[in-house]
């Protein structure tokens, strides 16, 4: 333990508390696709409990930041939500808040941010305000633990004007993200987006630190004149050319959960004892408040059940078999029933005899009895409605769709939110369909 | 309809601040309404989600011994919704007066005491109730019924027959008045047991209280409820749900045994609880590794799971490893049971470790066993917080282990009732005996002991 019988001494080192993070939530990351049709992708629920912008908050609070503004525009209501005061990541006090920060008018004549350099530069008031040392600009749309002092502090001790944290990765992955070269000291000489040939294997995590006075200077002289601005494209070539932005290399676990394999396969890192990606450890902190999760009781195993290689939520109650899954609060598999593989997000519910494999099931998904989802016996075909998508045979159901009794659905299939196939007259689903549905607007509403 | 009815100004109070011997060691250190239920919920919960749930938007909380679990818990009290204008959940402690006075003497007391709280709210009605009660609980159609019988004093009692010396009796006439009233009678005179649940018009209980300050103590079943009898009207209400108190080791564990036979439904119940405890918020949904068996149990966040069990409640971050077998049992928050460990029928309280081959519970002391003056007559083994049990140590069934003790194999040898259940009629110490050290720490590694009634609070009990 810290502290005990230790003469108290004075660090040197910066304070966190002079530092702003935003949070750039703004993020639509489509191939996610259906579970992102009605909410951002920092807002899709992650490992049970938490929503994919929990790591970043978290991280800022890991961090000892007490002042975090998160910039959104795209379907806000889940996300707001989820925030509530702040005070879940520690974030209420007279000197501590977290703020939604939506587009306003006033700005200038079109309202919406046109891109990340864009979004912040709307936001110059809220900056000035405060007007802290070093702003943080965060993505919210990663899984990451990442102490952010570490990068304030390279960022300081290099003299730059703004700082990159990167990340090796292997090279035939690179051309995935932005990458960033570097020069022997580690400053950036140059960017790539997405290149087909990557001369780096350094990637850009959408992580900067910026001096606060040379990221208003530079915010107010490019993009009152440009309409879309973004950092990587506009704000931090002159950065470059002046040889003043600087990369930080984060050797921690780090990963974008962008795409639905990507989504899927890292959710089940969680069960492995000896991934990196060691959630107990990692002090994450979620809203319980929102959805009831937290008014809920701990999770029931009912006799005859089997659960193993697996983790439930508050309120699931499981009285059938659930090997390899990942479960939010509130899930019931009825006796007899078998889940492996698959991720079934809050309140879905697995009737008696249905087998569910290699699924991921949105909130509230039914399932009737006897039905069977991902059935490998209906092929492998890949989906044909969105090829990119999809292919992993990973099946997809949206928002409280209904599988009636003995449907039979494949692999890389996807239904839609709200979808009913009783009522739509679908008992089988080929591998590879999709079932699209729209709800009216008056069926609109309630928590995402 | 219910909800077009306006409730006269109502107040609660909790009476949350008793402790009894009965607990054992799971009361050294918390009040009993503080003690964990289900996982991650405390006692008090019921009452306090009980008052939400009935509109109530003032609740004073009477606590005086070691509330300092309980403070924390109730926070703000916004898990309740008791925070915004004119709402209010309050710790009320005994105060300095300046006249000298000094610690609550008896339940009653407590509220004589607090009579400027309820006064400071207009209170019309005074509905106080035990923090010690499971159950679910229609205030709301109580105080309506209670005004619509034009009663000065309302009683809530439940049938229980066979209900022992423990309780206090009423007697009902045809029309539901109370006529009579006895406080832990040799021979019961009904089956009638009082649930402490009270609903009083504000002026007689002030003049009632007030009538009685003088006295060495007060109580409500001896004192206040015999004197309204006579001068009030005073009626009963016969409650006929679910309902189980924790004032014995033997009550509180079989309430949990109810609570995974789903007499106990916390869900529809909307049993609220604190999630804003630190103990809860950094705990990850429970991992059940591949060596997991489960069943008939109840699994707390936090819990990482590669052994047996069967028939238990599990508290926030419980580790259960691989070849442990535990069964019929409680572990409260952050036990960790190691590798082969054994455990049947024990309750064992927060950040206990029970290390490799450990057994608790499995084996009978040697002889014959009389239980009926013994903590547990159910032979509940009882371990307290932060002890440990060494590897292959055995603690019989009934036996005990104080806060922060270590019980070392071999340890069931030494003492005259090893480690084990208690002979008839050894009631003492409340855990300072059995079959472990008091506080020691014989290993010698290093861990803190547990006496802080000095008045440390680093830790949460």
Same mark, same amino acid.
């Given at each position: 333990m810290k502290g005990s019988g230790e003469t108290p001494r004075l660090e040197s080192r910066f304070d966190m508390r002079s530092a702003l993070a935003l949070i750039l939530a703004g993020g639509i990351g489509s191939r996610l696709n259906v579970l992102v049709k009605r909410r951002a992708k920092p807002a899709v629920p992650f490992g049970g409990i938490y929503r994919i912008i929990d790591f970043t908050l978290s991280n800022a609070m890991n961090s000892g930041i007490e002042r975090v503004g998160i910039l959104t525009q795209y379907m806000p209501y889940s996300l707001s939500k989820h925030l509530g005061r702040g005070e879940s990541w520690g974030l209420v006090g007279r000197s501590r808040e977290a703020r939604v920060l939506p587009p306003h008018t006033g700005t200038s004549a079109a309202d919406w941010y046109k891109g990340t350099a864009d979004a912040v530069y709307r936001n110059l008031d809220y900056i000035a305000r405060y007007y802290p040392d070093i702003t943080l600009v965060l993505s919210g749309d990663h899984i990451y633990r990442m102490d952010y002092s570490a990068l304030v502090e390279f960022h300081m001790q290099m003299g730059a004007e703004a700082t990159v944290a990167v990340k090796e990765v292997p090279i035939d992955?690179?051309? %995935?993200?932005?990458?960033?070269?570097?020069?022997?000291?580690d400053w950036i000489t140059g960017f790539e987006e997405k290149p087909e040939k990557p001369r780096s294997n350094l990637i850009s995590l959408g992580i900067y630190a910026f001096d606060t006075e040379v990221l208003i200077q530079e915010l107010e002289?490019?993009?009152?004149? %440009?309409?879309?601005?973004?950092?990587?494209?506009?704000?931090?070539?002159?950065?470059v050319a002046r040889g003043r932005l600087a990369a930080h290399r984060f050797g921690g676990y780090w990963q974008d959960v962008g795409t639905l394999k990507a989504y899927f396969d890292t959710t089940m890192e969680l069960l492995d004892p000896d991934s990196p990606l060691d959630l107990p450890n990692w002090n994450v902190r979620t809203n319980l408040g929102v959805g009831g999760a937290g008014d809920r009781p701990p999770a029931y195993i009912a006799p005859g059940a089997q659960v193993r290689h697996a983790t439930l939520a508050r309120g699931c109650r499981i009285h059938g078999t659930v090997e390899g899954s990942v479960l939010s609060p509130g899930v019931f598999i009825a006796p007899g029933a078998r889940v492996e593989n698959s991720i079934l997000m809050h309140d879905t519910g697995v009737q008696a005899g249905a087998v569910v494999e290699n699924t991921i099931a949105d909130k509230g998904v039914r399932i009737g009895h006897e039905a069977r989802v991902g059935d490998a016996s209906l092929g492998d075909a890949g989906n044909r409605a969105f090829?990119?998508?999809?292919?992993?045979?990973?099946?997809?159901?949206?928002k409280e769709a209904v599988v009636p009794a003995r449907c039979r659905i494949g692999r890389n299939c996807c239904i839609y939110p709200g979808a009913n196939l009783g009522r739509l007259d679908v008992s089988l689903l080929e591998s590879g369909e999709t079932v699209q549905w729209e709800r009216r607007t008056e069926e609109r509403g309630g928590e995402l | 309809m219910l909800s077009r009815i306006k409730l006269p100004r109502t107040t609660g109070m909790i009476l949350a601040g008793g402790r009894v011997g009965e607990l054992s060691v799971l009361t050294l250190e918390r009040p009993k309404s503080a003690l964990p239920f289900a996982g991650h919920f405390r006692i008090v919960d019921f009452a306090l989600s009980n008052m939400a749930h009935a509109g109530i938007t003032n609740v004073g909380i009477l606590s005086q011994y070691r509330p300092a679990s309980l403070i924390d818990h109730i926070g703000t009290g916004e898990s309740w919704d008791f925070v915004g204008l004119d709402r209010g959940a309050k710790i009320l402690p005994p105060y300095h007066a300046a006249e000298g006075s000094d610690w609550y003497r008896g339940n009653a007391d407590a509220v004589l005491q607090n009579l400027g709280y309820l006064r400071g709210y207009d209170t019309e009605i005074a509905l106080i109730v035990s923090g010690d009660h499971i159950y679910s609980m229609d205030y709301r159609r109580l105080i309506i019924e209670h005004v619509e019988r034009g009663a000065d004093f309302t009683i809530v009692f439940k049938r229980i027959p066979e209900g022992g010396r423990r309780f206090g009796y009423g007697v009902l006439d045809e029309n539901e008045r109370v006529t009579a009233y006895t406080e832990k009678p040799a021979e019961p005179p009904s089956d009638l047991v009082s649930l402490t649940v009270y609903i009083f018009n504000m002026e007689p209980l002030e003049t009632i209280l007030t009538e009685m300050k003088d006295l060495d103590s007060i109580e409500f079943g001896r004192d206040v409820i015999p004197a309204m009898l006579s001068r009030y009207k005073v009626c009963g209400h016969v409650f006929d749900g679910y309902w189980a108190y924790s004032r014995t080791v033997d009550a509180y564990y079989e309430?949990?045994?109810?609570?995974?036979?789903?007499k106990i439904d916390l869900a529809a119940w909307q049993v609220r609880t604190n999630n804003n405890d630190n103990t809860l918020v950094r705990q990850v949904p429970p991992i059940f590794r591949p060596w997991a068996r489960v069943g008939n149990s109840m699994v707390s966040e936090g819990c990482i799971l590669d052994g047996t069990v069967t028939n238990s409640v599990l508290g926030p971050g419980v580790k259960v490893a691989r070849g442990a077998v535990v069964d019929s049992c409680l572990l409260f928050n952050d036990v960790v049971i190691g590798p082969d460990a054994r455990l049947e029928a024990a309750i064992v309280d927060k950040r206990t470790i029970v290390a490799r081959g450990a057994m608790v519970g499995v084996t009978c002391a040697a002889g014959p066993v009389d239980r009926a003056g013994a903590i547990s007559a159910k032979g509940i083994a009882l371990i307290g917080k932060n002890a440990r049990l060494a590897e292959n140590a055995v603690l019989a069934q009934g036996g005990i282990v104080p806060p922060g003790a270590c019980l070392q194999a071999g340890d069931e040898q030494e003492d005259e009732a090893p480690g084990g259940a *208690?002979?008839?009629?050894?009631? &003492?110490?409340?855990?300072? #005996?059995?079959?472990? &050290?008091? *506080?020691?720490? *014989?290993?010698?590694?290093? #861990?803190?002991? &547990?006496? *802080?009634r000095g008045g440390g609070r680093e830790e949460r009990a």
């Open positions: 992955q690179a051309h %995935l993200f932005g990458t960033v070269m570097v020069d022997r000291e002289e490019k993009c009152g004149v %440009l309409g879309q601005t973004d950092f990587g494209k506009d704000i931090f070539p002159s950065m090829p990119t998508h999809f292919g992993q045979g990973i099946t997809v159901i949206g | 309430a949990h045994q109810d609570l995974l036979a789903g *208690r002979r008839s009629g050894d009631r &003492s110490g409340g855990g300072r #005996r059995g079959g472990a &050290s008091p *506080r020691g720490n *014989r290993a010698g590694d290093g #861990r803190r002991g &547990s006496n *802080r």
